[in-house]
């Protein structure tokens, strides 16, 4: 009875390496792991580069300006972008008020992108500030907050504007009211009237600014809209694309159904993934607004395209697989989640000039879009945005169908391979395989304290009987002893090809199965096989055979021929069947 091994059992000897093969081992590991850090040190600093000394470039942020003052508050803020103007300020671009006559033009403008912020002089503003330094009501009344107003929209690019858009407007607040103090401070001191409090604190604080912030967002998951959330469909198609491949190779796809149709079977199902995927984005980023003021319009509308993003992302992952090589994948996802998450990561604008390529990006056309549905309309950039999106997924709907065609025929020609493989087996272990299932079918037996395995073979001569026959026919007598055989018993079973003699000073008998069984001569016996005559160890004594258990039925059993002391053999033994 076989034993399991044990965790004692010594373990069994491995083929060593070679010193050429470890060396290959070696050299295989390095590249490997130096192909691994070369990409992602280059999608690393392709990244940080798009950042890189980004605070020296808000010049290249435009802010719309325009002045509905015309007097002394008008003339203070333009004065104060001239102190300030430096490569690290943004750029104010002064427009008339013929070209923006009211100021929900201006925030139409900052909603549609045309600017990045912008800011206007109050109407009337220098004239309230100086009835206020007269006291009276006016002094009472008066807002400094009203003199100045900037227009912005945090939710594009959150982190940007934060840091320098908003900031650049509070400085730029501060250095008006200095520039005030500077123009018309003196004349400002002659026509105050200090015993009116209300008076004194407008002098002191004539000018700040109150803020029109189109789409605030002020959760703390804003930092992820433009970052690791564009980023996160890539990878999602990437593992769902995985899954279907090793379903369709477990379900054999593409050899059970025609290309056409389990092509529309695994179109359907990017469908329906892409459907859902987009679903639960957008679902989590809702989980998580806070105090976003978002309808149920805009939840419909980014669903839709993120589904659009995620089914480009798909066929796009979809195709590149069936045309690269799997150890190649890993390196084209890291590097496409890194492509689309640095055109999204900072505004162009800020960035170095070749960045601008990413234009061409889904990624960063479907953000432009997001911003644009999340601010409620009003881009002027949609021509460009939805045609870059649908030619992405034209084209990659092409390469798809190309692609799965080319698939469907690899997996057809590797079926028929395999089967061709499997029945030229078939048929080498048909022609070579003619005895091996009595091989399998004689066990161990003991031999003299030896386990051996019975060979099969047609027919044996006894040595010591010279040329004779050993076969005997049912009913005849043992002749040495003279007892009549068992009947129906047979040395041999029908005819069979002769085979050669056995090596002198060899016992052997041919079984009715076509086995020989041999003395102590190396050969083996069949124990318990049916109908045979076993070739006995012993002296040959009629007592020493008589000596043999019986059976149930009263046939000699093969049971302790290893104990019989050597001498001729006993041969037509009767055993059981």
Known sequence: MSQSPSLTDRAPRRERFSTVERRKFVITIVVAGIAVLCLFMGNLLYLYGSVYQQASKSNALHIL???????????????????????????????????????????QAVRGQQYWAAIYSMPGASDRLGSALLGGKAATTYNSSDALTYVWNEVRYPATSDAMLESSFLELVIAARLAYNHINGT??????????????QAFLDPITASSINIEPVSQGSKVFYNTISMGMPIIQQFFFILALNAISLRFKLYSRLSPKVSGLVRFA???????????AMTGYIWAFRETWSVNG?????????????????????????????????????????????TSTNSPFDTSPGFYRWGYAL???????????????????????ELPILFSWWIVALVLVSVGHRRRCHQRVNMAAMSTRGNAFDDEERTAS???DDLKDQAGPILNGGRTAEAEPVVEAKDSRMGQGSANATAGGTNEKTGSPRNEGSSATAGPAPATDDPPSGEDSTTMTNGNTAIGEDKLPFQEGSAGAAQHVVGSGRPDEVEALPKTADGVRSGAGLDSLPDGDPARNAGLPE
């Not at 300030?84 to 925030?107: A, E, G, H, N």
């Not at 004349?187 to 409090?197: F, P, T």
């Not at 980014?302 to 697989?321: D, G, K, R």
Request: proline letters at 6%; one cysteine or more.
């Open 187 to 200: 004349g400002a001191v002659r026509s105050l009237v200090q015993d009116d409090e209300s008076a004194v």
């Open 269 to 279: 199902a990017s469908l329906f993934y892409t459907f859902f995927g987009a679903l």
């Open 65 to 107: 300006m325009v002045d509905y003052d015309g007097g002394i508050i008008g003339k203070s803020m333009a004065a104060a972008y001239q102190q300030l103007k430096s490569p690290s300020f943004p750029t104010l671009f002064t427009r008339s008020v013929s070209d923006y006559p009211s100021p929900d033009d201006i925030i």
């Open 433 to 435: 395989g003619a005895g």
């Open 362 to 384: 889904p990624g960063y056309e479907a953000y432009q879009i997001l911003i644009d549905i999340w601010s409620d309309g009003g881009s002027h950039h949609l021509y460009r």
């Open 297 to 341: 319009g805009q939840f419909a509308r980014t669903w839709m395209l993120l589904w659009l993003l995620m089914h480009i992302y798909f066929c796009i992952i979809e195709s590149a697989t069936t045309v690269l090589p799997q150890p190649a994948m890993p390196f084209i996802i890291v590097t496409w989640v890194f492509l689309n998450i």
